[in-house]
């Protein structure tokens, strides 16, 4: 239930926690990925113009003086919005809340690659100026599993078209998507369409696999097999390994990322980034384990966090717990643990 007098959708990214909130349409109209449970349960419909300027000018009333700098458009497709309406809504938005330096959405390719060339100028000059693109992989077999109802091209030539029409782009990747049957094809076919595209900024987000999402059902059908968190970080690391050519800012950014000290500037900190992965890697196998349940259950941030006296005995006092009744179960309680945070 909304306390708001203006509708709001239930999921906004991360680095939009601070935005202005407007909501152009209601769910998504695909809905069938297998990984994502987001709008399970909400049919899709499209918001009319005036329906969304009456939200708008109902949130500069609830608002105030407050100024926003930034807005995100809700929910999961604003591209299924006639050219012409998506223009004039941005124009109105941006008359009424006449501070804003950037305007995002989500970006899906299948609705995007409908957009001509000129319409997406018309858009990016009328204020859409950035895009969460929710790749999840660039290798057509993984894309096919989940059912993401896009192909590689098809990602690539749409996300292109944005970023040449002056969009700022976001690309999302899963890790771990391909499980244990595809994650090399996964990890070099994702690097391959990431060097293509060259977007602003890569962000990794590391599987959890909700109950109720198909991809549950894969699982317990035999047809999908998670990796353990030690082959998740060595796809990330050829992951990186095969981006070339690249500008774009790459950041593990979500809560549910092991190591989220890997971001950084692509070229320069390529060798860094490598180099923490490896730093992991390398550790001796019992503290590996350490490390990643003390991740997993908030109480270590970063590598080095494992060197605060009080909290390695914290997590040592919680792995002995953990091991008396999961010993061999470490890698399902890890799971577990990411699944109720992602
Ligand atoms: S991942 Fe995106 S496109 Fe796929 S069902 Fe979820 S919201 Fe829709």
Redesign the pocket.
Known sequence: MNSTPFELGPIRPVDEAESLLIRTTRG?P????EF?V??KGMPFSMRSLDEVKRDIVAAAKYYGDETFETCFLQD?DSFLMKTTELVALLTFLKQTFPKLKRISSYG?AQTMIRKSVQEMQAICQAGLNKLYC?MESGSDKVLKKVN?GATAADISTSSRRAKDAGMSISEFIILGLGGQELWEEHARETAKVLSEINPHFIRVLTIGVKPGSGLHRQMEAGEYTLQTEKNIIEEQRLLIEDLNGITSHYANHHAVDLLMEVRGQFPQDKSRLIAILDRYLSLPEEDRIHFTLGKRLGIYQRLDDMGTAHLHKQVSAKLLKIRASYSDKLEEVFHDLRSQIV
């Open positions: 998504c695909w809905n069938r990925c994502c987001n709008y999961g899906r929710g993401k």
